[in-house]
């Protein structure tokens, strides 16, 4: 019996360190996983940061391209180059816009030669004419000279389509891009 329980006793020591390395090998196991999971985490980590970097920087790049194709806008809109236009330059301007924009001159625009014809498409009858794009931009004058000095400044210009932008009514080809003005600015084609 002395000898049974002799064998049992090492049988569990035996056991015991066996266990216990087993347990060591898993806790080291367990702590190569978690390196793993952590290099893991800050890889993931630097991969954001480098998309939120790229993404920040195309933000600004695009910024910078609307700041660019305003004032480009704007200079096809201030021949004079005196930093301001008035409403003679500014009739001008629209109606070169329009010879521009009519591709074909037949003397509207459709939708394919200007993406904003159904906002001066008065008749419904899906084409803007020359009367109804002039009358579309004739108080467009008065609402962007905000000092009524008879005068729009880049400032003044500027604020208006921030305005637009703001409210969904400008961008995406609704006024900003492509030629207008003898093709020196950016309207919308």
Same mark, same amino acid.
């Given at each position: 019996?002395?000898?049974?329980?002799?064998?049992?006793?090492?049988?569990?020591?035996?056991?015991?360190?066996?266990?216990?390395?087993?347990?060591?090998?898993?806790?080291?196991?367990?702590?190569?996983?978690?390196?793993?999971?952590?290099?893991?985490?800050?890889?993931?980590?630097?991969?954001?940061?480098?998309?939120?970097?790229?993404?920040?920087?195309?933000?600004?790049?695009?910024?910078?391209?609307?700041?660019? $194709?305003?004032?480009?806008?704007?200079?096809?809109?201030?021949?004079?180059?005196?930093? $301001?236009? @008035? $409403?003679?330059?500014?009739?001008? *301007?629209?109606?070169? /816009?329009?010879?521009?924009?009519?591709?074909?001159?037949?003397?509207?625009?459709?939708?394919?030669?200007?993406?904003?014809?159904?906002?001066?498409?008065?008749?419904?009858?899906?084409?803007?004419?020359? /009367?109804?794009?002039?009358?579309? *931009?004739?108080?467009?004058?008065?609402?962007? @000279?905000?000092?009524?000095?008879?005068?729009?400044?880049?400032?003044?210009?500027?604020?208006?389509?921030?305005?637009?932008?703001?409210?969904?009514?400008?961008? /995406?080809?609704?006024?900003? /891009?492509?030629?207008?003005?003898?093709?020196?600015?950016?309207?919308? $084609?």
């Amino acid at each position: 019996m002395k000898q049974v329980f002799k064998t049992l006793m090492l049988l569990v020591v035996v056991f015991g360190l066996t266990t216990m390395t087993s347990c060591s090998e898993g806790a080291e196991k367990a702590k190569d996983t978690a390196k793993e999971a952590a290099e893991q985490v800050s890889e993931t980590a630097e991969k954001a940061k480098e998309a939120v970097e790229e993404a920040a920087e195309k933000a600004k790049e695009a910024v910078s391209d609307q700041a660019d $194709k305003l004032k480009e806008h704007f200079a096809g809109i201030d021949t004079n180059g005196d930093g $301001k236009f @008035d $409403k003679a330059e500014f009739e001008a *301007h629209y109606k070169g /816009e329009f010879d521009n924009k009519d591709a074909d001159k037949d003397g509207k625009l459709s939708p394919e030669e200007c993406k904003m014809v159904e906002k001066f498409d008065e008749d419904k009858d899906g084409f803007a004419s020359r /009367e109804e794009f002039e009358k579309g *931009h004739a108080g467009m004058f008065d609402k962007m @000279d905000a000092d009524k000095d008879g005068f729009v400044s880049f400032e003044e210009f500027a604020a208006v389509k921030a305005k637009k932008m703001k409210e969904g009514k400008c961008g /995406e080809g609704k006024c900003g /891009e492509g030629k207008c003005g003898g093709g020196k600015c950016g309207g919308d $084609k």
